[in-house]
C-alpha cells in the first residue's frame, strides 16, 4: 500500500509526558555538508534521520565523501575540499535534492566553487523557492552556474570555477595560480531579506575560494538566529568568521587561508522549530491541576538555535515553561491564552506555530514580519491562513503578516480536512487543532510529508495526548478463521494510521507470558486468578506485521505448537477471559483502532464507527491456507484443510459465550474472488462514508 492519504485525529482532550525530539535539520545538514567539506573523519552524533538529511548524505556520497551510518551516528570521511578525480569529469553528476533547501543552497554553493560539473535538481516544489540571489553572489565570485529552467529557481547547472592567471598571456602553474588568489580579495553583496539560506550558503563555501572574501548585506537580514547558527557550526569546524562593529549583520569576511578542521566528534542539539510543537502542546492542554505538564529532552534555554526563543513568545501568551541546559518543561498557565502582536523574524519557523495557538487566545493575534513565509516549502502566509479559516477562524494576510481571531464560540468551530501542501509544519502545526473546545475532529491531508524533519512525529504526539475513549473511533473487521481478517486489518491500520488489535492472538500471548513467568508449567493445576492478573498488565503491540511483547518480537514464539496448547489452556479460563475484556479496552487509543477478531463488532466494541464481517467461503479459505503452507515448504491437502475449517466454523457458531456471529450493524464482505488492495479500497470507502470530511485529495 502507499502511504496514508490521510490521518483522522480525534478529539483530544489534555497532554501529559515527555517527548524526545530528533536532531536539529538546521543544525545536522550543515555540519554533514561541513563535515564533508573536511579532510579526515568526523563522527557526528544525534543527526536527524528524515527526508532532508538522507538527501544531503546521499550527495556527499555522490560527490566522493565516505558515509558510515548507524542510527542517528553519522561518520563523515571528507572531501578535503578538493572533488576527487572521479567526480572531476565531461557530464555532469546529478543531485536529487527533493525538497530540502538546507541541503539545495549550501551545496549549490560548495559545489560551484570546486571544480566540478553537477546538475541540481528536486521535486516540482523546489522549482518555484527562489534562488537568483545566491546564484547572483556565486556569479561574483567567478562561479559558473547556469539555470536549467526558469530563471531565477532550480534546477541549476554548475561548472568549474574560473581560475585566475599568473599574467594576460599565458596560463600559470598551479602554484602561482595559488599565490595569486590567496592574494586577491572579492566583495559580494546579498540580498538579505529573501531567505538567509542564501548567506548561509555563500559563508560555509567562502572557504574553499582561496582568497578573502566579503559579504555586505543589501536590506534588513532576516532570520538572524539562523546566521548564528551557522557562525557558531563555522567556528566549531575551524573558521572564524569577521563581523562589522556596529550591528554584527551587515558585513561579513572571511580570510584568505581559512581552511575547514574536523572536530572529530561533534554531538548535534534536538531541533528547536520542532520542539515548538510541543511547547505550544503543554500551553493548550496540560494543566497542572491534574499534575499533567509536558516535558521536552535534548534541547534547552542554552540552545543555539534561534528557534528556542518561541519559549518567549509562547511565555508572553500565557505558558509556564521551565528549562535546564537539555530540556524544557511547558504546563498551561492563563487560560484562555493571551492575544498577541509579535515581530517574528527571529523565529521564521517556528512562528507558525503561533498561529495555531491564536486559535486558543483571547483576541487578536498578529505576527509581522514573516515575508520568509512565502518562499519556503508552500507559500506558509497564504496556505496557513487557508487552513484556520477552515477550522472556523478570521484571517487576515498581508505580504508579510498574518492576524488570526479565533472562532467566536464553541460552536462555530468546524470539522476540517487540512490540506499540508507537502510542508511538514503544516502537518505538525494544525495538528493541535484536535483540542478545540467543540470536540470537532481534524483531519490532516498528507501525514508523511512530516518526514521531512521529523518523521516520527505523530507517534511522538499521540504519545503524550489523551483522548475520551468514547471519542476514539474503532474500525472492527470479524469474520471465520482463515477468512483474511489479518492481513485486511493490517493494511486498514497502516493506511489510517491507527492501532491494530489481533484479538485472535491473545490467548497465545497469554500462554506464552504465563509459562515463561513459570505460571503455567506441564504439571500441576494452574493459578487462574495469577495467569489472569498476569493478562491484564501485559505490554501488547501489534505493529509491521509483528507481535511485540515487552518490545520483544514474539511473533514466531507464539505460533509453535506448544503455544497452540497453551493458549488453549488459558482461554478456558473465565478469569482470564474478563481480563483480556479489559485488555482489550485498553487498545482503544488516539487516533483510532482497527479491532480483528471474531467477537470485535459483538462484544468487544458494540459501539464502532464502522463493523466489517467477512464472509469467505470455506472452500476459497482452505485454498489460501493450502497455498500459504505450500510456500512456506509445509506439507497440506486441500480437503483436510476444508473439513478442518467447517469443524471450527461449527463450533465457533455454536458457543455458548460469544458466538460467532455478525453485529446486526455489521456490513457483509465476500472476499471470495477480491484481492487485498480492492478488499482494503472497498473498506476505507465505507469509512470515507462515514466521517465528517470530504473525500481526500490524492497527493503524488
Not at 203 to 225: N, Q
Not at 471 to 496: I, Q
Request: aromatic fraction near 6%; charged fraction near 20%.
Amino acid at each position: 500500500m502507499s502511504k496514508p492519504l490521510f490521518l483522522d485525529i480525534p478529539p483530544l482532550l489534555a497532554a501529559n509526558g515527555t517527548v524526545h525530539l530528533p536532531g536539529s535539520k538546521s543544525i545536522s545538514n550543515r555540519v554533514l555538508l561541513l563535515a564533508g567539506l573536511c579532510s579526515g573523519s568526523t563522527t557526528l552524533h544525534g543527526v536527524l534521520d528524515s527526508d532532508d538529511t538522507r538527501v544531503m548524505l546521499a550527495a556527499l556520497e555522490r560527490i566522493g565523501c565516505e558515509v558510515v551510518r548507524q542510527g542517528t551516528t553519522a561518520r563523515i570521511t571528507g572531501i578535503g575540499g578538493r572533488l576527487p578525480v572521479q567526480a572531476v569529469q565531461q557530464e555532469p553528476i546529478e543531485l536529487f535534492l527533493g525538497n530540502a533547501g538546507t541541503a539545495m543552497r549550501p551545496l549549490t554553493a560548495a559545489l560551484a566553487m570546486l571544480q566540478g560539473r553537477f546538475l541540481m535538481t528536486g521535486v516540482p516544489r523546489m522549482y518555484e523557492r527562489p534562488i537568483g540571489d545566491l546564484v547572483d553572489g556565486l556569479r561574483q565570485l567567478g562561479c559558473d552556474v547556469e539555470y536549467a529552467g526558469t530563471e531565477g529557481y532550480p534546477p541549476l547547472r554548475i561548472g568549474p570555477r574560473a581560475l585566475p592567471t599568473a599574467n594576460a598571456n599565458a596560463n600559470a602553474n598551479a602554484n602561482a595560480a595559488s599565490t595569486l588568489f590567496a592574494q586577491h580579495s572579492s566583495l559580494v553583496r546579498v540580498r538579505g531579506d529573501v531567505s538567509s539560506q542564501f548567506l548561509t550558503a555563500l559563508l560555509m563555501a567562502a572557504p574553499l575560494a582561496g582568497h578573502t572574501i566579503t559579504f555586505e548585506i543589501d536590506g534588513e537580514l532576516i532570520s538572524k538566529p539562523y546566521i548564528a547558527i551557522t557562525l557558531n557550526l563555522l567556528q566549531r569546524f575551524g573558521v572564524t568568521v569577521q563581523r562589522d562593529s556596529d550591528t554584527g549583520w551587515k558585513q561579513f569576511t572571511v580570510e584568505a587561508g581559512a581552511m575547514y578542521q574536523s572536530p572529530g566528534e561533534l554531538h548535534i542539539e534536538a531541533d528547536a522549530s520542532s520542539a515548538s510543537y510541543f511547547i505550544a502542546l503543554g500551553a493548550i492542554a496540560s494543566d497542572p491541576a491534574q499534575g499533567h505538564s509536558i516535558t521536552v529532552q535534548g534541547v534547552g534555554a542554552d540552545s543555539i538555535q534561534g528557534d528556542i526563543r518561541f519559549i518567549e513568545a509562547a511565555e508572553a501568551m500565557g505558558a509556564s515553561v521551565s528549562s535546564t541546559p537539555d530540556s524544557i518543561t511547558i504546563q498551561r498557565g492563563q487560560w484562555p491564552l493571551r492575544a498577541i502582536d509579535l515581530d517574528c523574524n527571529h523565529i521564521p519557523d517556528a512562528a507558525m506555530t503561533l498561529a495555531v495557538m491564536a486559535l486558543y487566545a483571547d483576541g487578536t493575534t498578529t505576527l509581522r514580519n514573516i515575508a520568509s513565509w512565502r518562499v519556503k516549502e508552500t507559500d506558509r502566509i497564504a496556505a496557513m491562513a487557508r487552513e484556520l479559516r477552515k477550522l472556523g477562524a478570521s484571517v487576515e494576510e498581508g505580504d508579510d503578516y498574518i492576524r488570526v481571531t479565533p472562532p467566536a464560540s464553541a460552536a462555530d468551530w468546524r470539522h476540517a480536512s487540512i490540506h499540508t501542501y507537502d510542508d511538514h509544519r503544516m502537518a505538525m502545526c494544525l495538528s493541535l487543532a484536535a483540542f478545540n473546545p467543540a470536540s470537532r475532529s481534524v483531519r490532516i491531508e498528507d501525514p508523511a510529508c512530516v518526514g521531512k524533519t521529523f518523521p516520527h512525529y505523530f507517534d511522538a504526539y499521540f504519545g503524550v495526548c489523551q483522548a475520551d475513549p468514547a471519542h476514539v473511533p474503532v474500525l472492527c473487521v470479524d469474520g471465520p478463521s482463515a477468512s483474511g481478517k489479518g492481513t485486511l486489518s493490517t493494511h486498514l491500520a497502516k493506511t489510517l494510521g491507527y492501532h491494530l488489535l489481533d484479538s485472535g492472538a491473545l490467548y497465545r500471548i497469554v500462554g506464552l507470558a504465563a509459562r515463561r513467568t513459570g505460571l503455567l508449567q506441564d504439571e500441576g493445576e494452574p493459578d487462574a486468578e495469577a495467569i489472569a492478573r498476569l493478562a491484564a498488565s501485559l505490554s501488547i503491540r501489534f505493529a509491521d506485521g509483528c507481535v511485540w511483547l515487552d518490545g520483544e518480537d514474539i511473533s514466531d514464539a507464539i505460533r509453535t505448537e506448544q503455544g497452540g496448547m497453551d493458549a488453549s489452556t488459558v482461554s478456558a479460563m473465565p478469569a482470564v477471559r474478563t481480563a483480556l475484556v479489559q485488555l482489550q479496552h485498553s487498545f482503544r487509543k488516539a487516533p483510532g483502532l482497527i479491532a480483528d477478531g471474531r467477537d470485535m463488532g459483538t462484544v468487544i466494541f458494540p459501539d464502532a464507527t464502522l463493523k466489517v464481517f467477512l464472509t469467505a467461503s470455506a472452500e476459497k479459505r482452505a485454498q489460501r491456507r493450502y497455498n500459504q503452507l505450500i510456500s512456506k515448504g509445509f506439507a497440506a491437502r486441500i480437503d483436510d484443510l476444508r473439513a478442518d475449517l467447517q469443524a471450527r466454523d461449527a463450533r465457533d457458531t455454536s458457543r455458548a459465550v460469544a458466538p460467532l456471529q455478525p453485529a446486526q450493524d455489521a456490513l457483509p464482505l465476500d472476499n471470495s474472488d477480491m484481492d487485498v488492495k480492492t478488499s482494503v479500497q472497498l473498506v476505507l470507502d465505507w469509512w470515507q462514508d462515514r466521517q465528517p470530511f470530504p473525500a481526500p485529495e490524492a497527493h503524488g
